[in-house]
């Protein structure tokens, strides 16, 4: 399984524009990157997955360079509400997730 | 509300006594899961489900530890002598999976079950 390494923790106000980025040197060919949120005493929940270039849903952004060795998650505009741990998983067909400890994003007023 | 279930919320038992947790997901779900998570940490992976059959136990999962999905909908978790380094948050999630070992649609979570061992 690609190991994988995020910053434990990060600061933002509200209304800023906050990015997280993901190492994952060793990504294998057929695996796809995974981001997930999760809230105390809450089970993590889905963010956005992508295999390569940019992603987009309703609530973030997920570029992926052209070597995927990277991906940064793009939460626009985030509010006191997206204080929480954020994980970036990284896997394919055949295995399963595996969650580091992920990055605590806290959102100032 | 359609998410995934568990039951209890919380709770506390003392060492060395056997503890029983229920998982109830999506209901068109074919696989589950099965995490442990410990403060500061990620969930850990410890088995999955394919309907009924358990297709996979992580090394995390001793001998005490059992779980059953019995006709491929609910799941339970048996932790059998209870000890203080099985506190943890133990979440449940499921998927639908169009086969094969392991894949990686997204899964959907439910609020866990907290256990304290005093």
């Known amino acids: 399984l690609a190991k994988t390494t995020q910053p434990i923790s990060m600061d933002s106000y509200e209304g800023q524009e906050v990015n997280i980025t993901c190492s994952h040197n060793?990504?294998?060919?057929?695996?796809?990157i995974t981001w997930y949120q999760q809230f105390p005493s809450q089970g993590p929940r889905f963010i956005i997955q992508?295999?390569?270039t940019k992603v987009t849903n309703e609530v973030a952004s997920l570029f992926i360079p052209a070597d995927r060795k990277s991906s940064t998650l793009s939460l626009p505009r985030v509010s006191l509400s997206d204080t929480a741990v954020y994980y970036c998983?990284?896997?394919?067909?055949?295995?399963?997730?595996?969650f580091g400890p992920g990055t605590r994003l806290s959102v100032l007023p | 509300d359609t998410g995934v279930s568990q039951d209890p919320r919380h709770k506390i038992t003392k060492r060395g006594q056997n503890v029983t947790f229920r998982c109830d997901p999506i209901s068109e779900h074919n696989r589950l899961y099965w995490y442990r998570q410990t403060l500061g940490q990620g969930p850990e992976f410890l088995t999955y489900f394919q309907n009924e059959a358990q297709l996979e136990k992580s090394r995390l999962l001793s001998d005490r530890f059992s779980a059953e999905r019995p006709k491929g909908s609910f799941s339970t978790l048996e932790i059998q002598r209870t000890e203080q380094g099985d506190s943890a948050m133990y979440l449940c999630a499921s998927s639908l999976s169009a086969g094969g070992q392991g894949d990686f649609n997204e899964q959907f979570f439910g609020p866990g079950t907290r256990l304290t061992v005093l």
């Open positions: 998983l990284v896997g394919g067909y055949g295995q399963n997730f595996v």
């Open positions: 060793n990504i294998a060919t057929n695996d796809y």
């Open positions: 992508g295999y390569k």
